[in-house]
């Protein structure tokens, strides 16, 4: 990029006038110590803590760790420059990041700079990363359904705007599909999304902005990136500073998603930076504030009251477990900060079902609430359904003869596993999924046998946007269930149509 | 400029010292000397803290070297010695200028400029910049730097007033680059 000639000149113009005026006044200090993104600097007297210091070379840092005689200072961007005995001058300033509009659709670091090559961010305004979380007085409770557009989801553990939910699972589940399946859907709801990528692979990020952008969701979105090859603190700061844009959204009266994806990988950076900065190691060696860096960042998550707007800001963080062990360290941080989680499981994954969602072990504590009226009614019974489903089905592999009920209950439970698979980058309508749903828990889909419940379901789908719209406008306006004569005739009209495969 | 906290803790000591007998002003120029020495003949280091080499024999030495000294300065000396701690005496040194500055309100500062400055501009400096430092006076040192090509630079403490055409120079060429890097 080149400026103009003209803009230079107003530059210069401004600095020959005001040559004789100033004398620059700064603290400084000098580098005793540099190393992997972190250097030790005596002097910097006054220094706050977060505050950010400049080195000679333009870098900027932040300083961290305020000891007796040095200051340990988190070096953000290229270190390999900057030497001992370096000067480091004070800025009086704390991080900030670009927040705006103008962020929309495009992919930055966690310093708000572009990275996605398509010319500068012009944005006029920037926000403080580290901000307290609204108050008590400032917040409603959460009442209105954020709608992932993923059956199992939005049946079983509704997720309300301004909730914190928890993605957790193995590598490999499909977690990050849930995100982007979400983003996808938010499409006509009025919602800003937020993905943050900490510690991933460039590749991967690029893939995600792809599919965002071929299916029209990058228009309202904002990619915050950290790669796995970016120094440490950047890791750290990356879902910092997409909250950080998100809110400057929600106290205008907007709606945010903000997806972290994941917090596994910005524990461990933090650690690292932690360990490097000589701060006492805890368990699995992270450092003993660990939880206040998850727990500060998600409370910025909030509903606001009308007072304030109205607002939202929901978050969807990630996290890594190891073999299925959600009881390690930074799980159960994040298990307990958050309003319930979805854990996805690999043998469920590896079975075929996908999105592979464990209900019996996912939990939304606050999200029922924001349900709409037709979707509880219809998925009332549905987790019950699923889990006595889930305990006949170990048993009933060893004896043959089953009497009537518990042979309803199978075949009730293999068509509820059916009816939640779903398609990747599919995300479905709400008032479809209270239709399917509607037909499953009412005993439409007993007589269709199991391999061809898919089938039906995209057909009935079709059958219902050309025979029936005004039911499933209904249900997307009131929010109410039709009656159920309306539906059953709708149903029962379309299973005349369907022929079963054999 | 200290870098270890032990040096503050020996100067703290030798400055009470210094305190109780009135004698401020002398060890600060003697603790001056001695480090300036230290600094100048890094083999002195080198043996004073070679293990094969007796305490006695250390002592001997800093004796013969030092002799001139006040006892209180050369007996901080034999201290460090047997505590193994002779690297920190530079920092000792300048913990204990630091103090004995707070203690007459004086503050030490240092005036880049192109050329040597009369005595009547170092005093005019002195004058106006204690008051700006909180301090009762000035003690100026004047540094020769032709790279900042006019103006002066001062530097009191940590806190540099920088008033040099080579300071402006670099602020606009940083101004230039920071437009210019947030384009893209």
Request: net charge negative.
């Amino acid at each position: 990029m080149s400026i103009k000639a003209e803009e230079i000149s107003t530059l210069i113009k401004q600095q020959i006038e005001n040559y004789q005026s100033e004398i620059e006044v700064h603290d400084v200090g000098t580098v005793i110590q540099v190393g992997d993104g972190i250097a030790r600097v005596h002097g910097l007297d006054n220094c706050m803590a977060g505050e950010l210091v400049e080195f000679s070379n333009g870098v900027l840092g932040l300083a961290q760790n305020l000891e007796e005689s040095n200051v340990g200072i988190v070096i953000l961007g290229p270190y390999k420059d900057i030497r001992e005995g370096d000067e480091v001058k004070r800025t009086g300033r704390i991080m900030e990041v670009p927040v705006g509009e103008e962020l929309l659709g495009r992919v930055v670091n966690p310093l708000g700079q572009p990275v996605d090559g398509m010319g500068p961010v012009l944005t006029s305004k920037t926000r403080p990363i580290e901000s307290p979380a609204p108050g008590v007085m400032d917040r409603k409770s959460v009442h209105e359904p954020l709608q992932t557009g993923i059956k199992p989801i939005d049946a079983l553990i509704p997720i309300g705007r301004g909730q914190r939910e928890l993605i957790i699972g193995d590598r490999q589940t499909g977690k990050t599909s849930i995100a982007i399946d979400t983003i996808l859907n938010q499409r006509d709801q009025d919602m800003i999304c937020i993905y943050v990528a900490i510690g991933q692979k460039e590749s991967t990020v690029r893939g995600v902005v792809e599919t965002l952008r071929k299916k029209g969701a990058l228009d309202y979105t904002i990619v915050v990136t950290a790669s796995a090859s970016q120094p440490a603190p950047l890791l750290y700061l990356a879902p910092y500073a997409g909250v950080t844009m998100g809110e400057e959204f929600m106290y205008n009266g907007k709606h945010v998603l903000v997806v972290y994806d994941d917090l596994s990988k910005q524990a461990t950076a933090y650690r690292e930076l932690s360990l490097l900065l000589r701060r006492p190691p805890g368990r699995e060696a992270f450092p003993g504030d660990v939880f206040y860096l998850h727990s500060r960042l998600l409370e910025r998550a909030a509903k606001l009251s009308d007072a304030k707007g109205g607002g939202s800001l929901t978050a969807l963080p990630f996290v890594e477990t190891q073999a299925g062990d959600i009881s390690a360290y930074i799980p159960t941080n994040v298990i307990s900060i958050t309003d319930g989680q979805i854990f996805l499981q690999s043998d469920l994954f590896f079975s075929g079902v996908r999105p592979a969602v464990n209900p019996g072990l996912s939990v939304s504590r606050v999200g029922g609430s924001a349900q709409i009226k037709a979707m509880k009614k219809v998925a009332g019974t549905l987790r019950l359904d699923l889990a006595s489903y889930r305990e006949l089905e170990s048993f009933a592999q060893f004896g043959s003869d089953l009497d009537k009920a518990t042979q309803a209950k199978l075949n009730r439970g293999a068509r509820t596993v059916e009816v939640l698979k779903q398609d990747l980058n599919q995300p479905l309508r709400v008032e479809k999924q209270v239709a399917i749903l509607y037909a499953l828990t009412r005993g439409f889909l007993d007589d269709v046998p199991v391999e061809d419940i898919r089938r039906f379901e995209e057909e009935f789908f079709m059958y219902l946007d050309q025979n029936h719209k005004d039911l499933l406008d209904s249900i997307a306006q009131t929010g109410n269930l039709p009656a159920d004569e309306d539906m059953k005739a709708a149903i029962e009209g379309f299973k005349r149509t369907f022929a079963p495969s054999n | 400029m200290s870098q270890s906290a032990v040096s503050k803790r020996y100067a703290a000591a030798l400055f009470d010292i210094a305190l109780e007998s009135k004698k401020v002003n002398e060890i600060e120029e003697e603790l001056t000397v001695v480090k300036k020495i230290f600094i100048d003949h890094k083999d002195l280091n080198a043996v004073l803290s070679h293990p094969k080499v007796p305490a006695e024999k250390k002592k001997q030495i800093l004796k013969d070297s030092f002799g001139s000294v006040s006892t209180a300065v050369l007996h901080t000396l034999y201290l460090l010695v047997d505590r193994s701690r002779t690297s920190i005496v530079p920092d000792l040194a300048d913990d204990y200028v630091k103090m004995a500055n707070r203690f007459r309100g004086t503050e030490d500062a240092i005036v880049y400029s192109v050329k040597p400055l009369s005595e009547e501009e170092i005093s005019s400096f002195s004058q106006v910049f204690a008051k700006e430092a909180g301090a009762a006076s000035l003690r100026v040192r004047n540094e020769v730097n032709p790279d900042l090509i006019g103006g002066v630079k001062i530097r009191i403490g940590n806190r540099i007033y920088d008033g040099s055409v080579r300071g402006k120079l670099d602020r606009i060429e940083r101004q230039l680059a920071g437009e210019n890097r947030k384009k893209g």
